[in-house]
């Protein structure tokens, strides 16, 4: 918890040295994803720390349907001339790579936040590194259990550990993982700089929730896909997006890339918005609320969200907890029929 100590009898200062917490979670994220992990004070932090590395008026690729604070940072430092964006369909290997030409960055999301899209990273990063360009991943979804881009070719990886890492809705901590050590050393440089460092206790915390999560992450993925199914078969759902069902267009290539499909899905009701209203506000055990990644089962009619314009009406977000999956479909399935009067 300390901010200046003695390290081996020599005078440490945390946001120049970091601390043993701090290195403690680094290595072992760093050691799951196979590169070098620096952590930041947030998701934010390790997403524009990384932004900040490319010089002025680089030409960024990025995805349409991503984390809502990307694509908000990526437009306001556009509109400041600081950089380019091209945003295109990431789930669309082809289109993707047309972009590519001219770009100082890659950027990709997968599964992306709604709509659990998938993007193929062995060949998106093939193309992007025949022209130069680093390839950066933002792995929240999956986690280096399900899904390690650095071993596909990608070079640096992102986490908001606020989600699934910490698992417990309780601490902000982000991790940026560079395949190339130099690349780590300049973000490491960038938070020194910049000041976005973690809390002691954060780090502390991510470490003890590290510790739990392929259990957790086996339940929550457990669940989310029997409620997938379920809602397939749904009077009140138009749609169902998760990566694990056998029909979803992101099926096959998760199964190549991924050890695991997650603990995200998202559905989409047929009242649309009011209905998606209607539904958030008559769950009783899952929560209404933003976020992901903790133990309890969250739910939000994303599509109503600011900024999220470009979601088909009526799509909500469910981030599968712990629960006991059977209550969970009691509590979602009681809340369609409330929903649908
Ligand atoms: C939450 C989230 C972020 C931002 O992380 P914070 O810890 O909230 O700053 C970035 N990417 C994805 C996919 C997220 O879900």
Partial sequence: MASNFHAGGERAYARTEGTPTWQALEEAIGELEGGEAVLFSSGMGAVSS???TLPVGARVVHPTVSYLGVRR???GHAEAGRIETAPVDAT???AVIAELDGAAMLWLETPTNPLVGIADLRRLAEAASERGIPTVVDNT???PLLQRPLELGCDIVVHSATKLIGGHSDLLLGIAVARDGDKGEELRGVRHDAGATPGG????????GLRTLPVRIERMQATALLIAERLRD???????HYPGLSDDPGYEL??????GFGTMLALQVKGGSDQADALCNSVLLITHATSLGGVETLIENRAAAPGEEHLPEGLLRMSVGCEHPEDVWEDLDAALAASAR
């Fill in 234 to 240: 749904h009077a009140q759902v138009i749609a169902v």
């Fill in 50 to 52: 990384v932004l900040h």
């Fill in 254 to 259: 998760a199964s190549r890339q991924m050890d």
């Fill in 201 to 208: 206790l954060e780090a502390w915390l991510a470490l003890r």
């Fill in 92 to 94: 669309d290997t082809d």
């Fill in 141 to 143: 979804f999956a986690t």
């Fill in 73 to 75: 940072l990526m437009g």
